[in-house]
């Protein structure tokens, strides 16, 4: 009775987060991509944005030429990872985001570098 208790408490605990994860990606594809940090600055704390830009030139490599990596070990990010739009730059500054769709080498290792186009999908805090 134990283990099957336990097994309906992760399923509804992992039930909650893939909601909470699904309701973000909802209300941040409910409008259109931001390309502006004065249309970001606008937004309220909590909303779901979807922004496109590159990431900046003002990161520091974390290793040879990347600014953040993904491999086996884990996800290397600096405190704050800057994102160059058309009329500033914001940084993303929590270590939650997850590296989808980024680049791989031949070591498989997903990398960003610097000048290169990124989509963020997230909430605003």
Do not use: C, H
């Not at 209300?27 to 990431?55: M, R």
């Amino acid at each position: 009775m134990i283990f099957f208790s336990v097994i309906v408490v992760f399923l509804l605990f992992n039930g909650l987060f893939a909601y909470l994860g699904m309701s973000g990606l909802k209300i941040a594809s409910s409008s259109s991509p931001l390309t502006l940090l004065t249309e970001i600055e606008q937004k309220n704390n909590g909303d779901g944005v979807l922004f496109i830009g590159k990431v900046s030139n003002s990161n520091n490599p974390i290793s040879g030429d990347y600014v953040a990596y993904l491999d086996e070990i884990g996800l290397w990010t600096p405190d704050q990872l800057w994102i160059d739009l058309s009329d500033g730059k914001i940084a993303i500054d929590n270590d939650t985001y997850q590296a989808t769709n980024w680049p791989v080498d031949n070591f498989n290792i997903s990398y960003l570098q610097a000048n290169m186009p990124v989509t963020v999908v997230s909430r605003l805090s």
